[in-house]
């Protein structure tokens, strides 16, 4: 393995900007921004300051553990527990049949572990392994793919900063990837780039929008046909675009035919002058950038949601050029990444289908095995199908139990399978279902490759040790693959594994380690001469015609609606001091200070008719379960609307929300309709309830 001197340069563990972190190593553990690294030039957000603390915690899970018949977890030897893991899936794999086993991709780890890792799934003869994209960016990548070609962002932070107008729709890059708001897109806005943010909930990146839309959760489609009936009207969009590089304009301007401006608006809550300020502010400007996040993508019409920012953009000509196109700033620090290298049950490394026999055909040379064509199941499906389809579950650095809707369902689920094994740095909560549990090297013990939001590929530097009795996630899982296939399996480290991802994935075959080290390289990259794109499409789309497809869409409203005994609508995001499910983040004492406790905005008008005020701990409802929170009563939030997180396991707001898929990426809504949709009960804790509570 290749180490360097203290100190050691590697990538935060947390979003998917990929910022530099520098860790000294002299005396204990000394975390710093690396100043020449290309994409923060040693600039950290407080998650990345805080990134030290969790590598020598005292939480960390050090030895191996079996569950015993008592149900509790023994410690064991790792002998016996890799060799417990093989003859599971071995027994479960001959008595059910691949199909019968699940994995867990993941995201916090790099690609060649994620590499293996899938390929572990495909050589047993499954396709069911899939990695948390399926929770939150899964629509944007379905409809990018096939409306462009590509599911990734089309341009990167830095020529972003080249744009005239930012579109940000259900997004909040201020708090969710703050390195890259405040030193590209807010100094752009500075220097006069015009900011409108379309967004139910006001928040950090309101502060500096030049015009905020606060459209009703769920309302983005009708508020979008407004838009583009208005630029069709105006005549603002790029004629010669549309005839020379792109398909179905006509069939869209048909659509749209259909829509009425005004009553689109009020749809979604809206002046409609504001959404004309906004349509002409877009169109007219010489290049403009859409950003889209979760607002957009988490829900059940997730996939139109994103194919009508795609219109918005194809109309007015604003793709293949800097500043431009459609771009999703991706969640965690590899998911980019883990997509690119095949974690998916869709595609194989390098987005081939696997229903495609020449992609078939070409694994088969790299692997020495064809792998199996029928897409696998996805996230929410695996759960639900424990017990039924699915025997076992890998879950690799993945908590399904905390990030999955409808918690309930998801425990049940994994319950009823015959064996879960969790391989991890820190006990979740669906470590605690498993059977056998691998304690995990943590992120600054890693070595290998990770790929930011726009496609940089970079290399990630361990430090010297790892932690106790723990083993590196690449040890790990390519002893396990050498269990299971023998002689068919052969890897010496890292490095190795890439040079077969290069072979397996065209996008990655210009990209080795010595070319990558120290500023990264972006994918698409074919070859050794090629130094891959900034941004994409310039001459072409990468769809199967090399052009752009349009494609209408009608307004899907929100599974639930709001009733009597639910009357508000409750939706998730994310805060900038706490990450995910928070398995890393809340057992930082920095994050935990600044943000020690899950809380759900609540309008004043509502809180005012139930009679909660601002700290009130409140019981919040849905179908599915309940949950008890403090109450911040503040006008961010819309009358009727609850707004709340998802970090914190001691108020695991996931009991609550709906587990309704979009049918085409699958992705669950988390959005709008959830407990929700109106379907929430908010009520006080009875004072006597809370005083017990503080005598305990
Ligand atoms: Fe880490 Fe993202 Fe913060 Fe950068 S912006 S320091 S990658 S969490």
Redesign the pocket.
């Known amino acids: 393995m290749s180490e360097e001197a203290s100190p050691t340069h590697t990538i935060?563990p947390?979003?998917g900007?990929?910022?530099g972190v520098e860790l000294d190593t002299e005396s204990g553990l000394d975390l710093t921004g690396w100043h020449d690294n290309p994409v923060?030039d040693g600039s950290?957000?407080i998650?990345?300051m805080s990134a030290d603390e969790i590598v020598e915690h005292e939480d960390r899970l050090t030895q191996p553990l079996v569950k015993g018949d008592d149900g509790e977890f023994h410690e064991t030897s790792w002998e016996t527990a890799l060799s417990r893991v093989v003859t599971e899936i071995e027994d479960i794999v001959e008595t059910h049949g691949p199909n019968a086993m699940a994995f867990f991709a993941s995201s916090q780890l790099t690609n060649e572990v994620n590499y293996l890792y899938q390929k572990i799934a495909r050589q047993l003869g499954t396709n069911n392994v899939d990695n948390c994209a399926r929770l939150c960016h899964s629509s944007t990548v379905a409809a990018l793919n096939q409306a462009v070609g590509r599911g990734a962002m089309t341009n990167s932070m830095d020529d972003l900063q080249e744009a005239d107008v930012y579109w940000i729709q259900g997004a909040n890059p201020a708090e969710s990837?703050?390195?890259?708001f405040n030193n590209y897109f807010k100094q752009a806005a500075s220097d006069g780039t015009f900011v409108i943010q379309i967004d139910p909930h006001e928040n950090k990146t309101t502060r500096d929008a030049d015009l905020h839309i606060a459209n009703e959760p769920g309302t983005d489609i009708p508020l979008l046909n407004a838009v583009l009936k208005t630029i069709l009207e105006e005549g603002w969009y790029d004629e010669a675009f549309i005839e020379e590089r792109t398909d179905g304009f006509d069939e869209l301007r048909e659509h749209l035919a259909t829509v009425d401006r005004e009553a689109a608006a009020a749809e979604a809550g809206v002046d409609l002058d504001d959404l004309e300020t906004a349509a002409e502010r877009y169109a007219t400007a010489d290049r403009a950038a859409i950003f889209t996040g979760m607002g957009m993508s988490q829900h059940r019409c997730g996939t139109d949601n994103v194919q009508n920012l795609i219109n918005l953009a194809l109309a007015t000509g604003n793709f293949g050029e800097p500043g431009t196109g459609v771009n999703p700033l991706r969640g965690q620090?590899n998911v980019q990444g883990n997509s690119d290298v095949g974690g998916l049950p869709g595609v194989f490394p390098g987005y081939q289908s696997v229903d495609d026999p020449e992609a078939r055909d070409h694994l088969a040379d790299v692997w020495g095995f064809e792998p199996p064509a029928e897409p696998g199941l996805t996230h929410v499906e695996v759960a639900h199908s424990g017990g039924d389809q699915i025997h076992g579950a890998f879950v690799l650095g993945e908590n399904p139990v905390m990030s999955e809707p409808n918690n309930d369902e998801i425990v049940a689920g994994f319950e009823r399978m015959d064996f879960v094994v969790a391989q991890d740095v820190f006990m979740t909560e669906t470590a605690e279902l498993a059977d056998v549990i691998l304690p995990a090297a943590s992120w600054a013990e890693s070595y290998g490759t990770v790929t930011n939001t726009d496609r940089r590929v970079q290399l990630m530097r361990p430090i010297e040790t790892v932690y106790e009795n723990t083993r590196r996630d690449f040890e790990i899982i390519n002893e396990i693959g050498d269990r299971l296939f023998d002689e068919h399996w052969s890897y010496d480290g890292p490095e190795d594994a890439f040079e077969e991802l290069r072979e397996a994935a065209p996008i990655y075959r210009g990209l080795t380690y010595d070319r990558i080290d120290p500023d990264g390289l972006r994918w698409p990259c074919y070859d050794e001469d090629d130094d891959g794109l900034e941004y994409l499409y310039e001459d072409s789309f990468a769809t199967p015609s090399g052009r752009g497809q349009f494609r209408g869409v009608g307004h899907t409203p929100p599974a639930e609606e709001p009733s009597e005994e639910y009357p508000f609508i409750l939706t998730t995001a994310r805060i900038e001091q706490q990450f995910n499910t928070g398995a890393m983040s809340t057992r930082s004492d920095l994050l935990n200070r600044v943000a020690p406790e899950n809380f759900v905005d609540i309008h004043p008008d509502d809180a005012e008719e139930l009679g909660i005020e601002d700290g009130d701990d409140v019981r919040l409802r849905s179908p599915r379960g309940e949950i008890e929170l403090t109450a911040q009563v503040t006008d961010a939030t819309q009358p009727g609307v609850l707004w709340t997180t998802f970090h914190y396991s001691d108020a695991p707001v996931n009991k609550l929300t709906n587990d309704a898929l979009d049918p085409v990426s699958k992705i669950p809504e988390y959005k709008a309709a959830s407990a929700s949709a109106g379907e929430v009960a908010v009520e006080p804790v009875e004072t006597t309830m809370v005083a017990e509570a503080e005598d305990d």
């Open positions: 935060c947390y979003c900007v990929g910022c923060n950290l957000c998650k990345g990837h703050p390195v890259a620090n």
